[in-house]
T-cell receptor, first 111, second 111 residues
Framework: DAGVIQSPRHEVTEMGQEVTLRCKPI?????LFWYRQTMMRGLELLIYFNNNVPIDDSGMPEDRFSAKMPNASFSTLKIQPSEPRDSAVYFCASSNLGTQYFGPGTRLLVL | EDQVTQSPEALRLQEGESSSLNCSYTVSGLRGLFWYRQDPGKGPEFLFT???AGEEKEKERLKATLTKKESFLHITAPKPEDSATYLCAVDRGSTLGRLYFGRGTQLTVWP
């Protein structure tokens, strides 16, 4: 298995632009998690899905952030409009209600 | 409030100098405790899952143990390639696989 796939791996954008991060979970996994990691705050859970349904989005910092999971093999995290404080590494992870397996992350820099 | 605390925040060891990392937790209804390793620029990599007090698991120079209040990751005769950040996470069992992560211990092993 290829593991969790994320794209892009790096993203540099200007403040105010829309950013879309993509994730393909491991085939057969029914839960998907979006995290943000910064030096200041560590690893924070933003939102997670179970069987494509959002379960808890209380970690989403603002209405500027939104996430979708249209099917079992794809999810997106969108930031619109982006701000410099959104700069971080964003990870996607998937699981079968057990061990979570992480993707390589998307390093986002908002100028 | 549920909490996962890791100590120390950073640890420097000389090659061959054994030590332990600590993860204390205050969650109720623990379903599992997870250890991950994270290398710079990469996503967390799964190491171990522990389910009940008294359980131990080993992998090469690493051994994880669990009590009712904390877990230890023992590193025996570490090598420079063991340098990484080690993350601890707990599953409460009532949140569809959501994990609560600690801030991690940054381990540096110098030759």
């Amino acid at each position: 298995d290829a593991g969790v796939i994320q794209s892009p791996r790096h993203e540099v954008t200007e403040m105010g632009q829309e950013v879309t991060l993509r994730c393909k979970p491991i085939s057969g996994h029914n839960s998907l998690f979006w995290y943000r990691q910064t030096m200041m705050r560590g690893l924070e859970l933003l939102i997670y899905f179970n069987n494509n349904v959002p379960i808890d989005d209380s970690g989403m910092p603002e209405d500027r952030f939104s996430a979708k999971m249209p099917n079992a093999s794809f999810s997106t995290l969108k930031i619109q409009p982006s701000e410099p404080r959104d700069s971080a590494v964003y990870f996607c992870a998937s699981s079968n209600l057990g061990t979570q397996y992480f993707g390589p992350g998307t390093r986002l820099l908002v100028l | 409030e549920d909490q996962v605390t890791q100590s120390p925040e950073a640890l420097r060891l000389q090659e061959g100098e054994s030590s332990s990392l600590n993860c204390s937790y205050t969650v109720s209804g623990l379903r599992g405790l997870f250890w991950y390793r994270q290398d710079p620029g990469k996503g967390p990599e799964f190491l171990f899952t522990l389910y009940s007090a008294g359980e131990e698991k080993e992998k090469e120079r690493l051994k994880a143990t669990l009590t009712k209040k904390e877990s230890f990751l023992h590193i025996t005769a570490p090598k420079p390639e063991d340098s990484a950040t080690y993350l601890c996470a707990v599953d409460r069992g009532s949140t569809l696989g959501r994990l609560y992560f600690g801030r991690g211990t940054q381990l540096t092993v110098w030759p």
